[in-house]
């Protein structure tokens, strides 16, 4: 069935009983004019992001659960990269007539998921109607009782990742050679271009990705940022706002097993995956030399100079290289 | 120039700088992964509105300053409608290519303006493109001590409204037979098709609506709503949470002369503007009999009957009739 055939009113209602479960803390969720929630006595953490057909994502290369769980992951990383607790999150969607009602509740399907993974709450949004293809955003709140920012980087910090990099974009190069709609959230598998157990992870960390959870880094880290756009676009923003540099080792950036393989099956350079491919949603953060930090160091923030340094130890300087959009 | 020609980076830039000014109360604002804010002692506020190209504006209709402004008009006009006073915006926007630089300034400047006039503040967003079409969306968080819900209208209660009902609507046919932007913000004006000082104050109702203020209204009202998709539709949500029914009388309902000379010209019923013509944002609310009220009483809360009564004294049921998406 289309929206056309079951209207505004009806869908929100189906939305309201699914997202209705009481708390605490919430005073009014879906339903009214706005939300009202207690907040908790702690610095208050806010972050919003839109997801547009055709640009964030493809119909043909995604499905409906996927845009869900990946617009939940992407807004609750951007808490996560400031050392916060995610707690509420606020939905906006606008479909066209023709879309088919069963992608939205998939898409809500996948909301759903990474709510309970992230345990956070929908508390209100707003659903309309789009001329043509799907936008979706979501703006989550959270807390901090120390919120690391962008600009505590100082000359002497170890850079740090929490996680490898360039699956995502590997995945994503994986995802543009089987040119459909992979189900994985259900099972659904494909050993073409190469095995399976070389391209789940990668599809997965493209198709599905989870934001990480700062834990311990948070206590430590000067300043911090997740890995959204590219390290190399991110690393600067965070130099940036700190108004210092950085030197980073190509040999000490982590690589999975699985995105060297599939890279160099792919023929593209895993290094360039690895510096200039978004959406691996690491945290990239700084820690003052000597601490015990549970994440793979990268290199070091320098006063102003930002170094590339190669596998071969040629340095040559680094300039943001990432997605921009619009270019 | 267009967007294809700035790149994302140095808009982002601009807007920052344009919007930098800091507060005591925030810690953190454009530029980090969060927003970082020190919520007040009080329960807290979170509303969210989507406008899209094609569906919520023209742009063979509307300006790009009359979008931005309405964007944040329309947000506020959901925390007052809370009984709320609204503090922190956040804004996404997703627009093509091909989009003007001029017409992003513009929405910003439409959006500046608005927030001067509610006191409330940019902290975040997200810019990115879109294949197709401009995409807006804002998040407003406001705080009150003692929020109205639209859940607490008891039977005897009053049914209230804050001023003219179908102005904008009004507007809106107004400005489809004068087909194109109007600038008024700038001055612009036209005597077509009848005389200005008849079309001024129903096109700005349209074009730059201004969120009602509850005022003393927030200390009274035992429920209350915004009047966003139609008096009709807005009123039988309010019953629905309250569990009531209402009786509205025709000729209590505020009508603004120029919006009776106005649909007469143009052979439209005003009342069927009144009732079910939306984006007005007047308040409609609900106060026990008896309390002083500075708004105009346009019916009385039942049990369970929802009955509008009409010039001659007939009865008939209502329900809801106005705007829904996708029908």
Known sequence: MKLSEIGELSLLERIRSRFAASAKDVMAGIGDDSAVVIPRDQ???????????????????????????KLISVNVSDIYAMGGVPRFVLLDLAADRKTEEQCIESFFDGVQRAMSIYLVRLIGGDLSSSK???????????????????????????????????????????????????????????????????????????????????????????AM?????????????????????ARIYMRHLPLSSQMRKAASALGIEPYALATSGGEDYELLFTAPRGRKVDAVVIGEITESERIFVDRNGTERPFSPEGYQHWH
Chains 1, 2 share one sequence.
């Open 43 to 69: 610095p208050l953490l806010l972050t919003t992001d839109m997801m547009t057909e055709g640009v964030h994502f493809d119909l043909g290369l995604t499905t409906c659960y996927q845009i869900g769980f």
């Open 132 to 222: 043509a293809g799907l936008a979706v955003s979501a703006t989550v709140m959270g807390y901090a009782k120390k919120p690391v920012m962008r600009s505590g980087a100082r000359p002497g910090d170890r850079i740090y990742v929490t996680g490898t990099l360039g699956d995502s974009a590997c995945g994503l190069e994986l995802l543009k050679r089987i040119r459909r709609p992979l189900f994985i959230e259900t099972g659904d598998r494909t050993d073409s271009p190469m095995g399976w157990r070389t391209m789940q992870p990668l599809l997965r960390r493209h198709l599905l990705p989870e934001a990480r959870r700062p834990g311990r880094v948070a206590k430590v880290a000067t």
């Open 225 to 245: 940022i997740d890995v959204s756009d590219g390290l190399l676009i991110d690393l600067s923003r965070l130099c940036d706002e700190s108004g210092v540099g």
